[in-house]
Every structure is written in C-alpha cells, then in structure tokens.
C-alpha cells in the first residue's frame, strides 16, 4: 500500500516512499492472489489433518525471524543511515548481518531437528499414523531455517538502501512457490516432507540471486567475512531489544495455531488456519506501509526532523485506516458465506473465529504505524517491553480460552492482544516522542473518515436485513454504499497533496527511484 503525505520527508521524497509502498505491496499481493485460488487446491488435497501439519511447516517459517537477534530491523536502520556515510561503512554493516544471520539459523535449524521427536509426540496432538510424516516434514523444515534469515538478511540489505525493486523481484517468486508447490505436489500425491525438499530448492536459488543482486546493485564486491566484528557489536546494541521484540513477535503472533493444534488437534487447526489465512490477508497492507516507512523514518530521525516523521505517521494512518475499514467490514459481514466459497463447506463453521479475527486485523494494522516510528526514531526499548508484558499475560489467557472456548477462544486471545497492541504503541509513542503539531484540515478529514466508516456500517447493517429477502437487492446496497464511502473518502478524507501524491503513484510506477 502506498502511504502517502503528498510532502517531502527529509531525506526521501513522498513519491520514492510511495513507490517503494506499492512495489512492497505487489510483493505481496500477488502471492495473496495466487494464495487465494491454490489454499483451496492444498486443503482438498491433503485434508484438514495433514494441511494442519502444513500450517505449523508455515507457521515455523514465518516465525524463523525470532533467530535472528533482532538483525533484520537493525540492518534496515543501519543500512539506511549508511547509504549517508560512506561505501566501506555499508559493506561492513551488510556482510556482518548476513553471516551472522546465517550462523544464527544454522544453531535454529539443529535446535528445530534435535526437537522434532518432542514436538511430534509431546507437543501436538499428532495421531500415531501421521507421526512418521510429520516428523520427516520438521526435518527437513530444520533445513530450511539458514536459508530462510540469510534471505531475509540480504532484503534488509535492499529495503534499507530503498532498493524495493529488486527486493519485489526476488520476494515475489519465492512467495508464489511457499503456496504453488504445496498445492500441486499434493494434488500429485507426495508426502509433506517431499514438498520441503522442492521448498528448499527454491529458496536456495533465490538466496543466491539475492546474494549476486545486493553485491551488485550495492557495490558490494566480492563476499568474504568482514574486516572487523566492530560494527556487529554496535548493531547488537542498537538490536538487542530489537531482538527481545523479535524472539517475542512470532511467537505472540503464532502461539494461537500452535495452542490450538496442541489443545484442539490439529483437525481443528486446519479449520482456524483457514480463517486466520482469510483474515491476515489483510495485514499485507499494514506491513507495506511499516516496510515502506521504516528506513525514510529511520533518515528522517538522522537528520533530527522528528516532527515531520509525527506529522508523515498521522497522515499515514488515516489513509490506512480508510483503506482498511471496508475490507475489515466486509470479510465481517459476510465471514461464513467466504470461507464456504474459498474453503468447502465444512470450513464455514470457522465463520464466528474469522469475524473476532477480522477485529483484531484491523487493529493489528493500525498498530503497524507507531510501531514504524519508535523503530525509526531509535527506541526499540519500548516496543520490547511491551511484548514482555504481553507474553506474561497473553500466552496464559490463550491457554485458558482455547481449552474452553476452542478456535473462537484462540481468536479472541489474538483480537485481544492486537486491540492492546495499538492502544499501548500510541500511549508510549505519544510519551516518548510527542504529539504532532495541532492541525485543524488533519481533524477535519479524521472527522470525516469517522462518518463515512459510520455511513459504511449503516449500509452493510442493512445489506444484511435486505438479504434475507433479496440476495441481489443486499449486493445493490453493499455496492452503493462502498461506492458512497469510496467517493467521500477520496474528496473529504484526503488532502489534495494526497490525491495527487496516490494518483501519481498508480500512473507512474514505472519511473526511476529518486
């Protein structure tokens, strides 16, 4: 998503931070499509059993950041305020974060392999029959932990320089193969633990790209071990809440699936996958706009200019809370009916978890952008303590209402935390870096935004009192009312600067980085 202020933040310019937005956003929507019709394909493929196994195969891999010491935001940042300070400087920093990363996921990937027996028949309420496959599948899913954060090492490297391009480039075939090659080698037939091999294959050729991309295109050189470990050091120091925050993340943000599939089973955690997978689609969003933010913050911090990085956050969130609301609202509305469609029909008693969850991606999103800014203004502290204080509470209370309320107690528990994210990431910003100037046009269009979302509600509350009349009379309405909101929001919600800063985005994707 572009986030734009239609202004010049220091040390990039709103149509670079816009652009790489949207090549951040295509990075990942275009796997989010491609997910979209090949889900379904893995699920009847393998059923809701073994596609649970796959999930926690997914839910591993997108939890493999919490090895990484907290290097991956650190090299965005450092890497950003070095573009400034010099070729040797920006080597020194991007060589150590990678080997250091790929040492880290080689220790991960012993630990995951010497593991495997304990989380097979102690963990996760695995059934004997499916114990060998699973435990082939973790295997070689240790495998892939070194290849995964000496990958996400190297797009730090790109995305801190601002080098969205390639990075898009090189994300998106991976991104494509994590849900292509699952789906048709269990459409073919082969076990969990063959689609990890041919995973693994992919991801290793594209680390290679990646490695040749970045030596080139950052004048990197030739790769050797750095010079000095100093510069490691000073990063460990900035990373080291840095990586309290990312040990924590993942594992605030998966321990729903892992409890589920270790109280409920892991039938049943096919069942709330496919609602969270419904529901976190959105989050591409938000996370684009935290990509994209991060290192013009992280400059716009350098050059002391805090007050512009307040005033591009706030314009920035009304924008994203406009384009969230009405996707949040629909898969609301209508959340049984879209996993029955996406999913089969047994998948629609996952319809109440995919509504609580809906909630909590909105507020998930939101929470996103403060995040960005104390990340960008050098204060990793606070976002660490928050999820200390988070962890104490949240893994606990996820324990309680998964054992009592199963799938719809495990969304609860993840609505709940990401309502808390948002409400504890404002407070702490607010008292650590400030407010932005007052502004009456900035209250003006947040006042309007408030009534065209209230209009919105208006509308789908009546979409679904026509419906049980009308189907196609509920379609009409839900189809005005968007085109209503789209209308106001566009005149009202944004700033002429904001207008045209998004519609030269759309039409101008081609042009050259500034």
Not at 295 to 300: I, K, S
């Amino acid at each position: 998503m572009p986030v734009l202020t239609g202004e010049r933040p220091a040390g990039s310019s709103s149509r670079t931070v816009a652009r790489n937005g949207a090549l951040y956003f295509l990075s990942l929507g275009l796997p989010a499509i491609t997910a979209l019709f090949l889900v379904p394909v893995t699920v009847r493929a393998l059923g809701p059993a073994r596609f649970g196994l796959l999930a926690l195969a997914w839910a591993v891999a997108e939890g493999s950041g919490m090895f990484d010491f907290g290097l991956g935001r650190a090299t965005v940042r450092f890497v950003a305020d070095a573009t400034e300070k010099g070729l040797d400087r920006l080597r020194e920093i991007i060589l150590a974060s990678v080997f250091s990363q790929t040492a880290a996921g080689i220790l991960a990937g012993i630990l995951l392999f010497a593991l495997t027996p304990v989380l097979v028949e102690r963990v996760f309420s695995i059934t004997p029959d499916a114990a060998p496959e699973a435990s082939a599948m973790f295997r070689v899913l240790a495998l892939h932990l070194p290849v995964l954060l000496a990958a996400a090492a190297l797009r730090s490297s790109l995305e801190g320089a601002q080098r969205f391009d390639i990075s898009a480039a090189l994300r998106i075939p991976g991104s494509i193969a994590s849900v292509a090659i699952p789906a048709g080698m269990a459409h073919a037939g082969y076990s969990l633990a063959a689609i990890m091999w041919a995973l693994l294959g992919v991801r290793v050729v594209l680390v290679l790209a990646s490695a040749f991309a970045v030596s080139r295109s950052l004048k990197l050189g030739p790769w050797r071990l750095p010079r000095s470990w100093l510069v490691l050091i000073e990063m460990l120091r900035y990373s080291g809440w840095v990586a309290l925050s990312t040990a924590l993340g993942p594992v605030l943000g998966s321990f729903d699936r892992f409890a589920v599939g270790a109280i409920v089973g892991v039938a049943g955690l096919g069942l709330y996958t496919g609602a969270a997978e419904s529901a976190t689609r959105f989050l591409l969003i938000p996370v684009t706009a935290f990509s994209a933010l991060l290192p013009a913050l992280a400059a716009t911090d350098a050059r002391g200019a805090r007050d512009r990085a307040l005033h591009v956050t706030r314009a920035a969130r009304r924008q994203l809370a406009a384009l969230l609301f009405p996707l949040c609202l629909t898969l609301f509305a209508f959340a049984p009916a879209i996993l029955s469609w996406w999913l089969g029909s047994d998948f629609a008693a996952a319809g109440t978890a995919l509504r609580i969850l809906t909630v909590g991606v909105f507020f998930n999103g939101l929470a996103h952008l403060p995040l960005a800014l104390l990340y960008g203004s050098n204060r990793p502290d606070l976002p660490a303590k928050i999820h200390v204080v988070q962890a104490a509470l949240y893994i606990p209370l996820t324990y309680m209402l998964v054992k009592s309320l199963g799938i719809n107690g495990a969304a609860i528990a993840w609505a709940a935390r990401s309502a808390a994210d948002l409400v504890l990431y404002e407070t702490v910003t607010r008292r650590a870096l400030g407010r932005p100037a007052s502004d009456d046009n900035e209250r003006s269009r947040a006042s309007s935004l408030s009534l065209t979302g209230s209009g919105l509600v208006a509308a789908f509350l009546a979409a679904l009192w026509v419906r049980d009349v009308s189907l196609p009379a509920a379609l009409v309405t839900v189809g005005l009312g968007l085109a209503v909101y789209l209308a106001l929001g566009w005149t009202r919600v944004l700033s002429p600067a904001e207008r045209h800063a998004w519609a030269t985005t759309v039409f101008r994707m081609k042009e050259k980085p500034q």
